[in-house]
């Protein structure tokens, strides 16, 4: 073998391991990937009950009912569609109605969500990328002086 079919050899076996381990990669974190989904979107995709997932968008007008310790109920709309939101931690201190909010959890079998993760915006002019962009898809103006209605 010359030098040169061995450096090939080896080249080859390089991108073979290497792709080989990509793949190992990608199917251990299949099932801790959490996708990105607005009201809208989890209604129009039929999701399975029991699937982790990040719902994004804007806490619904007058949807929040405290219960008991920390038990917050509330709703997240896209100002098209509206899911009930279940958590039971402390909220952020900046979490209020008509904000945009981030609710990491699993989809209980009556659509509600039942979240682990309440995450909201920190400033008057932030929101996350993911919650601003799926919104403005929607037609939901954003910035000074936008005005949301919630979906019934």
Do not use: W
Request: net charge positive.
């Amino acid at each position: 073998m010359t030098r040169k079919q061995r450096r090939g050899f080896l080249i080859g076996a390089g991108v073979v391991v290497l792709s080989i381990a990509g793949i190992l990669v990608g199917f251990a974190l299949k099932d801790t990937i959490v996708f990105f989904y607005t009201p809208s979107d989890v209604l129009s995709k039929n999701i399975e009950p029991g699937k982790r997932l990040r719902l994004g968008g804007l806490v619904a007008e007058d949807s929040v009912k405290r219960g008991e310790g920390t038990l917050v109920e509330f709703a997240v709309t896209d100002t098209i569609h509206t899911i009930s939101v279940r958590y039971n931690k402390l909220l952020p201190d900046l979490f209020r109605e008509g904000q945009g909010v981030v609710a990491e959890g699993i989809l209980d079998e009556k659509g509600v969500l039942v979240a682990d993760t309440v995450l909201a915006k920190h400033d008057e002019n932030y929101m996350p990328p993911e919650v601003a962009s799926a919104l403005k898809e929607k037609g939901v103006k954003l910035g000074k002086g936008a005005v949301h209605k919630s979906a019934p």
